[in-house]
């Protein structure tokens, strides 16, 4: 099964969340807010400050807004920042850490896939995560690509 982890779940549902407001928002107002784990949203709100995500004010009237607008920040960007590069497979992320990547067949379909993947979550903006309705993108399953994959 692939999955992102939890708190990358969090950190999106977190980054929504303030993308849907344009006030400032404490980790105990976005806690109480989201219904998340106070210790999650802290660790997430700095991490996120970190990663160039979030600004963060200081004071009894402070708290957290997006640095940038909700429409420049990707779902790719986020996970990127919360998990890493986006891989199915460790081939698909990093050469060189299969011993059977000269011989195996799967390679290239593999990255294929992994590049349609981080493809759709480029395309995919936290301003659409807050917009009603969410309408998933059509995907062309049949098509045939337009880049071949390097290897």
């Known amino acids: 099964m692939l999955r992102m982890s939890r708190l990358t779940d969090y950190g999106i549902l977190l980054l929504a969340h303030l993308a849907a407001g344009d006030e400032l928002r404490n980790a105990r107002e976005l806690s109480e807010e989201t219904g998340l784990p106070g210790p999650a949203v802290s660790k997430l709100l700095k991490h996120l400050t970190r990663e160039g995500f979030l600004e963060s004010?200081?004071?009894?009237?402070?708290?957290?807004?997006?640095?940038?607008?909700?429409?420049?920040i990707s779902v790719a960007a986020v996970i990127d920042a919360l998990e890493g590069p986006i891989a199915l497979t460790e081939c698909s992320a990093h050469p060189g850490?299969?011993?059977?990547?000269?011989?195996?067949?799967?390679?290239?379909?593999?990255?294929?896939?992994n590049q349609a993947v981080r493809h759709t979550l480029e395309t995919i903006y936290l301003s659409e995560l807050v917009a009603r309705p969410f309408a998933l993108p059509t995907v062309d399953l049949l098509a045939t690509p337009t880049a071949e994959i390097s290897s």
């Open 57 to 72: 004010q200081r004071g009894t009237k402070g708290g957290y807004t997006l640095a940038r607008p909700a429409d420049e």
């Open 97 to 113: 850490v299969c011993e059977r990547e000269s011989q195996c067949q799967m390679r290239a379909p593999w990255q294929r896939i």
